[in-house]
């Protein structure tokens, strides 16, 4: 039997098969606030002429300065801090302010065991 043969058979067999183009629901490319972090790189590959767009619908230019201290300090975060930074961030530009203000303070020099 024919690979094409049995590729057939289960197609008549598999009634899922016929349903597989209606369950894609969701759209990757119907973003409408891409991720904060790939944000922040395509702005320092454009040498922050992109602007950085929040789900609040401001888009705000950020200085590099800030997004290298943002990226800097996300880096040093573990995976499930960073989502949670990450959800906080992109609210609104007052929110990346109190994230990146919360990520500094976190970041200060931690106290020597032998004091």
Known sequence: MKIADIL???KHNNSDWDNEENEIV???????VPHLVMQFKKAIDN????PII???GDK???PLSLIAE???AYDDLKPFERED????ALQSVEDFKNALRTMKSRAKAPKSIYR
């Open 8 to 10: 057939k058979e289960n």
């Open 70 to 72: 943002f990226l800097n």
């Open 60 to 62: 705000v230019s950020i």
């Open 26 to 32: 969701d759209d990757p490319d119907s973003d409408r």
């Open 54 to 56: 929040f789900k609040d």
């Open 85 to 88: 930074v990450q959800r906080k």
């Open 47 to 50: 040498g922050g002429r992109s």
